[in-house]
């Protein structure tokens, strides 16, 4: 018997549904013909937490837990355990008895190292020793549910790429358990002093950025400029009079004494002109983090609701790719099935962008080379069931995309004129649309940020020829701070370090790093900060909360800089190469949190408490909609009776106003606590 064991229910069912033989359903399983499809629910074994590691003579709080003490820190296990969720305790039974009648295991897992983690150590828990072997599925519609079952790879090959996983969720309890332990007992202020790997240097960006706009002090400027059919703005010298270290034209009376010479010369000559067509190609596909970033702007939403929505159009409508991909290529291999998908896209509701497309054209977007282990995010085809809200919106934009990869490039006129009037230089520029493109999938023919300037008529003029001024101003401008993240762009900078570090030295080395955290986690990572109240959401905006600056200023800059974050995040990418080993890895970490351990005893915090109030309102960013306050089961950390709440998608979850930890209800019973949200 062939075993194949899911990450979750929905993709084992698209799996068994495309398996040959007859299907019957038993109790966690899918039986089909001789072969048989059973699931996890997300991950069924947990690290256990840090008192199975610390001696029985540790006191212990009226509540039963183990009291935190410096004793005890850095608390390092000898041989990490796991033990079984106490919500999936009867899934593990299912699959351990079926275990027992397997030849071969297949593991199918998400197509990524936590889903390659999440099988494997189910299969490593349960004493699994039989061939094993991988199906890696980037989409859910038949015909990708078919070839990937007719191309099962052995799972052996996978084993870098679950090391990563290993290597990263302990490098997150290391951090996690022992360092909000270290400046927790240092804090003189109330609550705890929450720190993570990703998330305190996260929160840090988003420090740094409020803090530099409220330094920020606005001043004045001026463009002179000329009218000679079309409009030239004067060319900026360094050692003119009025024009500061920055180069701006800060002196209004120089501005305007420019503009009075322009008038009284009345002609101006031209010295350099420039003209010709220029081509740019439809952008490159989506990866999560850029269409986060579109959906963010065009949408308004936030990371994790592009997220979920990208999360259902894969698992449960089947008509987009796997979503937690960093890359925006294809593999040129898959061009050949540009034809079918395009055919599919005309049935639901395209047709009419479909007709100008060419299934024929091969734009940058096909590169095999650059294809990481997940290619863009790009539509199947296909769907199950009908999208609708939001979820429809985001498929929208993801098709559109596709859809222009299609297309003939944009084509505009890009022009450029040099004028002498009056002893200075004043230049034009314009880039005048000729052929729409690609751009006609999204409706338009200039994109929303072309001034009027950029699309100004200008003839053709020769060198030498003279021209009438027929008028002159002068523009008065403002310098504007950098403007405050949102979620697209604070993905965004996670995603690309580099853009947002100063220092020259670091941002060349950062270029190529992987950044903050992952597709997978980044959003995660937001909803965490939001929830335990170091960021808000204003609008669009994300700011940070006075606990979130005073957790910053506090924390020692190791653990709030995002460039050292970011290279252990490439050291990551390394194990999963296989260049970098776990246990190197995981000696640096120890090394790292044991050096921190020291600096937390010799730091004095007030550091008060971040969350906000318990009354009223939103539960965090992550759930809305109040229970009775006190009513749920207990938890069992603090004892106190949890919340009842729901999320943005209207699925109840309880939480505990204590601690701020969080449980979906119990599969079997739902007045209990069920699998206990993964902190990132």
Known sequence: MKLYIAEKPSLGKGIAEYLPGQKSKGNGFIQCGSDVVTWCFGHIFEQEEPDFYTPDTVPVTPKGKKKWRFEELPIFPDQWKRRPKDDARAQIKVIRDLLKKATVVVNAGDPDREGQLLVDEVLEELGWKGKTERIWLAALDEQSVRKALANLKDNGEYQNLRNSAEARGRADWLMGMNLTRAFTLRNSGSGVVSVGRVQTPTLALVVARDEKIER???????????????????????????????????????????????????????????????????????????????????????????????????????????????????????????????????????????????????????NTGKVTAHHAIIPTGSMQGSVSGVVAKVFEII??????????????????????????????????????????????????????????????????????????????????????FTDGTLIEAMSNIHKVVDDPEAKAKLKETSGLGTEATRANTLET???????????????STAGGRALVKALPKELTDPVLTARWEDALSAIASGTVSLEKFESLQRSFVERLVDTAKKTTLAVGEARKPAAGGKAGGKGKGRGAAGTGPACPSCKKATIALKTKKGSEFFKCEGCQSCWWPDKQDAKKLGTKWEAR
């Open 399 to 484: 098709v559109r995309s596709y859809l222009a990869q299609f297309y003939p490039p944009y084509v505009f006129r890009a022009t450029k004129v040099v004028l002498d009037c009056a002893g200075e230089a004043w230049k034009a520029t314009a880039n005048v649309p000729v052929k729409p493109g690609w751009k006609a999938v999204y409706g338009m023919e200039v994109s929303d940020d072309e001034g009027d300037e950029d699309t100004q008529s200008i003839p053709t003029l020769k060198k030498g020829q003279v021209l009438s001024v027929s008028g002159a101003d002068v523009q008065a401008k403002q310098t504007k701070p950098p403007a405050r």
């Open 216 to 366: 920020f002090k606005s001043k004045d400027f001026y463009v002179p400029r000329i009218g000679t059919g079309f409009w030239s703005a004067w060319e900026k010298r360094d050692d003119f009079p009025g024009v500061d270290a920055e180069g701006y034209l800060t002196d209004k009376s120089a501005a305007d004494g420019l503009v009075a010479k322009a008038k009284a010369a009345g002609q101006a000559t031209v010295t350099e002109y420039q003209s010709s067509e220029k081509q740019q190609q439809a952008p490159l596909g989506f990866s999560l983090a850029e269409l986060q970033k579109v959906c963010s702007a065009k949408l308004g939403l936030s990371a994790q609701q592009v997220l979920d929505a990208a999360q259902e159009l894969y698992e449960t409508h089947k008509c987009a790719t796997y979503p937690r991909t960093d890359c925006r290529y294809l593999p040129e291999e898959q061009h050949g099935e540009a034809g079918r998908v395009l055919s599919g896209l005309a049935k639901l509701g395209f047709a009419d962008l479909t007709k100008g497309a060419d299934s024929q054209r091969r734009s940058s977007i096909w």
């Open 529 to 543: 900060l939001v929830d335990r109240g170091f960021i808000e959401r204003k609008g669009k905006q994300i700011v």
